[in-house]
């Protein structure tokens, strides 16, 4: 039988929780790594054991730990991320140049066709390539040095790069995220991009069309459209068509349209989801009602998932890293907030249940589905 | 060679998998340095969580004491305090307090 694998990244360390298919039942195994925040855990697509967790403290900066057995047991591999040559400048948040700085990784994107070989999104923004699982890694120093790159500013939470996707089709082809920088697209395996953000507008830019600066919080695709990308940015829900070339509003009836995560269906390309939260200043859910909303027509109009989530009273977030979907069917939804609870759904987000609720403020989810 | 003992903060014990306290034996002159180098050598996973890697200068909110003083902005080439080479006093590595 299937077995779902949650893979959750708090404050305060890694829970990993288990379900067979039916997700009724759900067993809580942590924390591993207590007391670091772990920033992200994620699984290769090739062997769904080899977990990759990103594990960080001010104090004594970033681990990267590795499992071959599916979160069990865990080594500490290569944590040395230098920016290759002379590292530069970006803005800072009070316009004057800032120096690169490596402070922790935000992602884990491992390879379609490799255990091997894991790419990490980092602060301040750049990514990095191992190919020798997490052992040492290289700079793909393409994306820092683009001709933009210093005009790069930190959003509120640094200046992270935090979402990595790959073509499964074409594993040259990638799109990385940057708050707040934006879009950038990969046709050759990472050695050179391009900005991908037209169409996008962001109203606190001084130029709200401007090719960089824009304070994109999520992207995703579906693999088996590669072309299609969704996001959830700082304010507005857009969609691209066209691998990122031009994206458009698809905020619809949403009750606000900012947010973090945006996850799309397993099995349906054009279903989508969404958090929605009051506003940049408010970071907790619109109307103090956490509601999931769904659109089935690849944005524009939403619907509000709310059955099992609490309709009153609700101040927490949903961070950018803390949504994901298993493939079985009917699609699982999870989300973790900063509350410390986790959601899951198993009938494409009708209903929701409470799979951990005492949890360190949650930072990430991803699930794994085990045949 | 002198037998220096050591003591980690709480996370980095755990990264190790050591106790409460450890001893290493460092090449004379025993200087912060040939210490650090050595522990590093034996944990490798402890490094770049005390010195930043490349630079080697210790991170910012970490602190090295030793016999009752702060010795975190002293020279790291030079012998370590004599209580510590004596194995009277233990040199500690700790992190920055916090809460709230």
């Known amino acids: 039988m299937a077995q779902v694998r949650v893979l959750v990244g708090t404050r305060k360390g890694a829970f990993i929780i288990t379900s067979d298919g039916s997700r009724r039942a759900w067993k809580i195994d942590g924390p591993h790594f207590p007391g670091w925040e772990v920033m992200h855990v994620k699984g290769s697509p090739v062997n769904p054991d080899r977990l990759y967790a990103s594990a960080w403290t001010e ?36 316009g004057t ?30 990514i990095f390539k191992s190919t020798d699982g997490g052992v040492t890694w290289s700079e793909l120093p393409g994306l820092r040095t683009h001709s933009t790159g ?41 050695a050179t991009w391009e900005v991908a953000t037209h169409g996008l507008e962001s109203d606190f830019l001084p130029d709200p069309k401007a090719a960089v600066g824009h304070c994109v919080h999520r992207i995703a695709m579906h693999p ?29 009836n949403l009750p606000s349209d900012f947010g973090f995560p945006i996850a799309v269906h397993a099995h349906e390309p054009e ?70 609870q986790v959601y899951a759904s198993a009938d494409d987000g009708d209903t929701w249940m409470t799979i951990a ?15 | 060679m002198s037998t220096i003992r050591v003591a980690l903060p709480a996370h980095l014990r755990a990264l190790a998998g050591v106790g409460a306290e450890i001893s290493l034996e460092v090449p004379d002159p025993p200087t912060a340095d040939r210490l650090l180098d050595i522990l590093e050598a034996d944990h490798p996973m402890l490094r770049g969580t005390i ?24 020279p790291t080439d030079v012998p370590l305090p004599a209580g510590v080479i004596a194995g009277e006093d233990v040199f500690r590595v700790v992190g920055a307090i916090s809460g709230g």
């Open chain 1, 59 to 94: 104090w004594h900066g970033q681990v990267v730990q590795r499992s071959n057995d599916g979160g069990k047991s865990w080594e500490t591999v290569g944590n040395e991320f230098a920016y290759q040559g002379e590292a530069g400048t970006h803005q800072w948040y009070d």
């Open chain 1, 97 to 126: 140049p800032h120096p690169w700085d490596f402070k922790r990784v935000w992602h884990f994107e491992p390879s379609w066709e490799d255990p091997d070989t894991v790419f990490a999104g980092v602060e301040d923004a750049a």
């Open chain 2, 51 to 74: 010195r930043e890697h490349g630079t080697r200068r210790r991170r910012a909110y970490i602190r090295y004491l030793a016999g009752g003083r702060d010795i975190s902005f002293e």
């Open chain 1, 357 to 371: 609720e005492h949890l360190p403020p949650v930072v990430a989810v991803e699930v794994q589905t085990l045949e």
């Open chain 1, 271 to 340: 279903t989508i989801y969404v958090v929605p939260i009051q506003s940049d200043h408010h970071h907790f859910p619109a109307d103090a009602k956490l509601r999931v909303y769904r659109s089935r027509t690849g944005g524009d109009e939403w619907e509000a998932l709310t059955a099992g989530l609490p309709q009153e009273h609700c101040y927490v977030n949903v961070l950018r890293e803390a949504m994901a979907v298993d493939s079985l069917d009917s699609c699982g939804i999870y989300f973790g907030t900063t509350g410390g």
């Open chain 1, 150 to 190: 210093q005009t790069w500013a930190p959003g509120a939470g640094g200046m992270c790069l935090h979402t990595i996707l790959i073509d499964p089709t074409n594993p040259s082809r990638m799109f990385v995220a940057i708050s707040a920088a934006g879009v950038f697209r990969s046709d050759d395996g990472g």
């Open chain 1, 224 to 252: 088996s459209r590669p072309e299609t990308l969704f996001m959830q940015k700082h304010w507005h829900v857009c969609r691209s068509d066209d691998a990122g070339r031009h994206w458009t509003k698809v905020s619809g």
